[in-house]
């Protein structure tokens, strides 16, 4: 039986493998903060080192068409604010953050595309 998380599940392992073949390298996947009572969670799908060393935040998203605006179309403000605590939350971890973007790899039906710099912080 095919679910939306083994959907979901494939398109991240797709969107993963694009992105190492244009020499991105994985740094860690599906990285979650845990939301207390009165904030939600965050996560992020896929976190990659680009060439030039920036730490690259990934959403992945997937459709089975471009309806009603697509897959990027789907990433909602809140979404995109969870993602960015997220992401913030694991720069804490690290001694000096290194230059950071947020990307987007849409999937829509068999049609794959990498978004860089798809949104910032603010």
Not at 25 to 50: F, K, S
Not at 57 to 83: D, L
Request: with cysteine; proline share 4%; aromatic share 6%.
């Amino acid at each position: 039986m095919v679910t939306t998380k083994t959907l979901g599940d494939a398109g991240e392992a797709r969107a993963l493998a694009h992105l190492e073949r244009a020499g991105l390298r994985l740094v860690q996947r599906n990285y979650r903060l845990a939301g207390g009572p009165h904030r939600r969670a965050g996560e992020v799908d896929l976190i990659m080192r680009d060439r030039d060393g920036t730490l690259v935040f990934v959403e992945v998203r997937r459709r089975r068409s471009v309806a009603h605006g697509g897959a990027a179309a789907s990433i909602s403000w809140a979404k995109r604010e969870r993602i960015v605590r997220a992401a913030q939350h694991f720069l804490l971890r690290l001694p000096s953050p290194p230059p950071c973007r947020f990307d987007v790899v849409a999937i829509d039906g068999d049609r794959l595309e990498w978004l860089r710099a798809a949104f910032d912080l603010g």
